[in-house]
């Protein structure tokens, strides 16, 4: 079952056809006791909607904190390795690699988040910028994983390795996280050859595409929601985006007019275009 906010309310997804949510708010659904018996039982009740087709799609998200994970794929570990080595972080990152204790950070308040089809911006003063295409939890305020979707932890690369302290820099800023196109509701854990897959075309050709597997992502998605809500807490529940495991080659920096695709199989994908 895939879960939408849009431009005309919610909408669930069931066997190809969508239903109405009478629930009007998304942070209710949330923290609903059981949300994935109540979508149910709304697509196992009411009649299909016709109008889900002309609905704006907007990001899947109410009050709630986005958080990441960092340095959770070998690919992610080697790149910032590299990046940082001038500046003499690249250490960092092998110790959070291998440590027990995860790399977590804040990403993003509602307002800062871009919805399928919205610009994604990358920051004036950078100059090497990438997406970075994440496997994202939505954790309800309990801490029970209750779906995934598709996000984009815009980064930039140049800010990050001059200094390991301006990360928050490089990581958080207006447009500089996208969520989308749905949440994929239940609890199940994902399979391990789930692909997630990232294309960015210039000028309507491909300029670059990468893939992997949820088998290359190092930690548990259970241990990261375990560490983010140790002594912390979140009445609206929280996302969790798990790292990037596709890293483009060190000479491609996005560009506005980018278009960017990141395609996570049973969720769907996220396309924004740089600003
Ligand atoms: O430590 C820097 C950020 C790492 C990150 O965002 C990732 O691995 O996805
Ligand atoms: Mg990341």
Redesign the pocket.
Known sequence: MRLYRTSNGQYVEDGGSYYRVPEPSWDALVTHGDLQGYLLSIAGKSEPAEDFSQAKIAAPIGSQEVW??????YR??SA?MEEAKTAGGGD??DR?YSAERP?L?FKSTPHRVAGPGDDVRIRKDAKWSVP?P?LTLLVNHRGQIIGYTAGN?M?SRDI?GEN?LY?PQ??VYTGSCALGPCVLIGGEPLPADTPISLEIARNGRTEFAGSTTLRELKRAPDTLVEYLFRDNSFPFGAFL????GIVPPDHFSLASGDRIRIAIDPIGTLENNVA
């Open positions: 990441a994970a960092g340095v959770t794929y992610s570990r910032r960092f990152y959070v790399e950070f970075e994440e932890d980064s990050e390991p990360l490089a990581k985006m798990t790292g990037t």
